[in-house]
């Protein structure tokens, strides 16, 4: 399940991945997503991570195709987990693609990293 967190605001989007996450539940949350980027032309997107997988291959697959196609239109991304190996995988991945890792305990930094709102 995805679900848009209650905090979200103008180009600053939060997401909740929790349960199993379904095609459906892409089909459901892209097209806010392309109306915020259509509107702001970049966002900034925090990802809660609880405990998600996806239901099937092609939930994956149109989840990741929707990133890869829209990475151009991210400013910053922060990843929030609750695992050491989330925050391993994170570091990993933000070598690539520039998302940063927050621990659960520590989400409002989060939210004020991707507001641009630093210590």
């Given at each position: 399940?995805?679900?848009?967190?209650?905090?979200?605001?103008?180009?600053?989007?939060?997401?909740?991945?929790?349960?199993?996450?379904?095609?459906?539940?892409i089909s459901e949350i892209t097209p806010q997503?392309?109306?915020?980027?259509?509107?702001?032309?970049?966002?900034?997107?925090?990802?809660?991570?609880k405990t998600g997988r996806y239901e099937t291959?092609?939930?994956?697959?149109?989840?990741?195709?929707?990133?890869?196609?829209?990475?151009?239109?991210?400013?910053?991304?922060?990843?929030?987990?609750?695992?050491k190996a989330e925050e391993l995988l994170v570091?990993?991945?933000?070598?690539?693609?520039?998302?940063?890792?927050?621990?659960?305990?520590?989400?409002?930094?989060?939210?004020?990293?991707?507001?641009?709102?630093?210590?």
């Amino acid at each position: 399940m995805l679900k848009i967190l209650e905090r979200s605001h103008g180009n600053f989007i939060g997401i909740e991945a929790s349960g199993e996450i379904s095609e459906n539940d892409i089909s459901e949350i892209t097209p806010q997503l392309d109306e915020l980027i259509e509107r702001y032309g970049k966002i900034s997107w925090l990802f809660v991570i609880k405990t998600g997988r996806y239901e099937t291959v092609r939930a994956f697959y149109e989840d990741i195709s929707w990133l890869l196609r829209n990475l151009k239109h991210f400013d910053r991304m922060a990843i929030v987990g609750e695992t050491k190996a989330e925050e391993l995988l994170v570091k990993a991945d933000g070598l690539l693609f520039g998302e940063k890792y927050f621990d659960i305990s520590a989400i409002d930094e989060a939210w004020k990293y991707i507001e641009g709102i630093e210590n």
